[in-house]
């Protein structure tokens, strides 16, 4: 098993910065890759970002060149840099854990919530 514990969520204003954590614990070793989701009232879960064991990212188009995942293998933490923040960028953040062999997200946090106020 693996638990995802989300921080880092707040109320910031258009075109500041907010980075989020999400710490990882139990069978770290056993993880593939780590995304991050968001979901805003009356929306869908949207995919956000995906860092990879080996290193690879992917984003969203709508987050490309403003948020920037990173990672601390040492801490098992992931990190969700958030740059030139919207309004439409408020939602509540979850990170999200695949395991290797399973192709798809297992293991999800609990979320941390970002409003962005214009």
């Known amino acids: 098993q693996v638990q995802l514990v989300e921080s880092g969520g707040g109320l910031v204003q258009a075109g500041g910065s907010l980075r989020l954590s999400c710490a990882a614990s139990?069978?770290?070793?056993?993880?593939?890759?780590m995304g991050w989701f968001r979901q805003a009232p009356g929306t869908e879960r949207e995919f956000v970002g995906i860092s990879r064991k080996g290193g690879s990212t992917d984003y969203a188009d709508s987050v490309k060149g403003r948020f920037t995942i990173s990672r601390d293998n040492a801490k098992d933490t992931v990190y969700l840099q958030m740059d030139s923040l919207k309004p439409e960028d408020t939602a509540v953040y979850y990170c999200?854990?695949?395991?290797?062999?399973?192709?798809?997200?297992?293991?999800w946090g609990q979320g941390t919530q970002v409003t962005v106020s214009s």
């Open positions: 999200a854990a695949i395991r290797y062999g399973s192709g798809r997200y297992e293991y």
């Open positions: 139990g069978r770290t070793f056993d993880l593939y890759a």
